[in-house]
């Protein structure tokens, strides 16, 4: 029997009245690398956020253990000294420092308060070799690739001098040839002696890497076995099973004329300007239908909505609307040619948090509350007073902030605002995220009268559930190509997971 | 329990204005000033004040149409100066009419405002350091061309419009004032009553958001830069014509008192909201200040720290409102 390096116990985090972790138990053996795999929002992150110290001590049920002793993680430096590490999905360097003061970062040996540089430079060769990053460690981060990036942050994390290091979907960023040198080095520290914690729900690279997976959902431990003994099907079901209830007011209605097209739409990757992170996409739309753009979190399929609309650069060889050849050049063009962009992170980019409700659901189409460039009050407000009602918002009046809105009503103001630009094609990217039941079903049943008014609507969502509920064919996505194409009688998220984490491939 | 509830409705309207960062230190100072000296409220005086007030006024109009945009402009003080001096040097070097080196100044002015649009928008520089480089370069031209020399003599009917004014009575009201007065009341009802200042407030408030819902914040945020320019070099002009000369100096530090009449009149720093109303208040008040204090004999040296404590005070407000109104209402 191996060495228990590391135990989570009865691990349980709520936020508010809903619980995030319920009762997790992990343990984590040396010379191993476990996979913790889940939906969107099963709760790995959660996980991994108790695990580093980012939420703190207390502030979660149970009990964490590293060799057999417990321990208190009040901070992530806590959780450093201890010998956790984390390499974040996100590449985390400074790209105008050296190798070597990433690596050193916030440690930089010193002198009488001089940097020791080469004493610095020294170390920092012997962890860059480490890692196999075959540059001089006084290069500037600006100067590598993705990978590269990712090399240091690992040497970073391995200068610390971890037990365990944690590494959540650390591939996202990379090519193809990348992720196996990543694979590499993985494997050489595991057989060194670091245990490795590996999220990711690309279940091909799971079955290579992992000696044991452990699958979460809807924030429970469903079971952990050893990763040569599973079947991708069995991973799949794992982390899927669930019932689609009725919530969703899906009708057939007449699909009409083809409202949109694309060929060959690609958009490179924003760190990694070899790789396209949407590669050659063609599709179509129709009037009355609703297409779900299925793909995991870097497949592309945000991307793609995004291009379309003008919101970042991209390429395509012809863009019809209605059947007419168009060049969109910005988001302003596109409101002006028929598109609407319900966008991914409402807080961020979703509306304008010093404008009033009616103030925000007119904002796409400023003309028609300026009557020749002067303000009519009274369109506003009936604008405003009109959306309340026909999306049943929750707010006191029309010059309520949105920012005093719950975020299932936040959301009805950001899609009233593109109702009211009247779109041919509406693209919705997460339309539900982060809202409650009952606003995600108003919302539903609002795509589905759109569809019947003969608007054609593309939608992106992580959960799976709603696209099978809402959607009339599915576009399945992975590394920014499609891999597949299915209509409504073939949906099944199994299937969905297995195409799209590349598992037949 | 009644009472208190009525102290804290009050309150909480009161927290709601915007202005109320200046309306209080401004309503305080007035009674101060008023109390300790007679001259401070007669009509001489203030029309005084409200001349130096016009000033500032002009320029922070532009500022606060920027500010509320999403940006600033530190180079107004400079523009300034080169507005007067190119106006100034076109009339008395070159024997420009009145009205032709007025258009051109004004235009230099603009040409500042697109170089300033063009490196914060198309460059991307941070707006301090763009329109930091730019008051360098606008100061630089200045003194190089007039080697630190005023500029003079100026025609006679040119000064009339700073030093003039419409008679009422045996009263004089100042041009510049009326001139202040009258682009205060176009600016506002600009930015609340027109498609342009929706688009300021938006762009200011959530770049993104508003980018993404079709508003060219691009454009708009340099439209803002072009309109600071031309007021400035507006401002610069209408200077020389009140003391009968041009003087490239005479802009530094006006870009603080500027930033300073936007801020103090509630103008978020971080955009997306503010009113014209507020820098009305806002120039008034820093040219009050001053005024009010050599009148009641405060040592000049000390204006300043009474200045900044303001400028803390209306900001702090801004800032604390929203913790207030959630102390208030638990």
Known sequence: MAKTVLEMKGVTKSFGATKALKQVSIELYEHEILAICGENGAGKSTLMKVLSGSYEFGSYEGEIRIDGKPCVFRTPADASAAGIEMIYQEISVHLDLSVAENIFLGRVPLRAGMVQWKQMNEK????????????????????????????????RALSRNPKILVLDEPTSPLTDAEVEELFKILFRLRDGGISCIYISHKIREIKRLANR????????????????????GEIVEAMVNRKIGNLYPKETVEIGAEAFSVRNLRVRHPYNRKKYIVDGIDFSVRRGEILGLVGLVGSGRSETVNAIFGAI????????????????????DAIRKGLALLSEDRKVNGFVPTLNLARNITLARLDKVFRRGVLDREAERKFGTDYIERLSIKANSERDMVTSLSGGNQQKVVLAKWLLAEPKVLLLDEPTRGIDVGAKAQIYQIMTQLVRQGMAIVMISSELTELVGMCDRYLLLADGKIRAELGREDA?????LRICSGSNR | MERKNIFRQLLEKFIDIREAGVLMPLLLAILLFSAKSDKFLSVSNMTNVMRTAAFTMITSIGQAFLIIA?????????VFSVGGVAAAALMSYYGFPIWAAVLAALVVGGIFGVFNGFLVQKIKLPPFIATMGTMYVARGLCTGYTKGVSV???????LGVGQGGIPIGNYELPYVIVIALVMAAIAGFALRYTAYGRRLFAAGGNGEAARLAGIPTVRVRFSAFVLTGILA?????????????????????????????????????????GSIIGVV????????????????????????LVIGLVLIFACSLEYLRNRIRASLNR
């Open chain 2, 70 to 78: 999403g940006s600033w402009d530190i180079s107004v003080g400079a």
């Open chain 2, 233 to 273: 070099a507006l401002t610069g002009v209408l200077m020389a014509s009140r003391v009968g000369s041009a003087q490239p100096n005479i802009g530094s530090g006006f870009e603080m008192t500027v930033v300073a009449a936007c801020v103090i009149g509630g103008i978020n720093m971080e955009g997306g909201a």
């Open chain 1, 213 to 232: 997976v452990c699958i979460l959902r809807d924030g429970a431990h469903v079971w952990t076995k050893p990763s040569d003994e599973l079947s991708t």
């Open chain 2, 281 to 304: 208040m806002g120039s008034f008040f820093m040219a009050m200040i001053s005024n009010g204090m050599t009148l009641i004999k405060i040592d000049a040296y000390w204006q300043q």
């Open chain 1, 124 to 155: 920092a060769k012997s962890y860059a070799d480490m890692v196999g990053l075959k540059v001089p460690v006084t290069t500037h981060l600006r100067d590598l690739s993705a990978s590269q990036c990712q090399m240091v942050s690992i040497a």
């Open chain 1, 313 to 332: 650069d991209g390429s395509y060889d012809e863009l019809r609307i209605d059947g007419e050849i168009v060049h969109i050049s910005d988001p302003r």
């Open chain 2, 152 to 158: 003079y003599p100026l025609p006679e009917s040119f």
């Open chain 1, 492 to 496: 099944d998220e199994e299937r969905f």
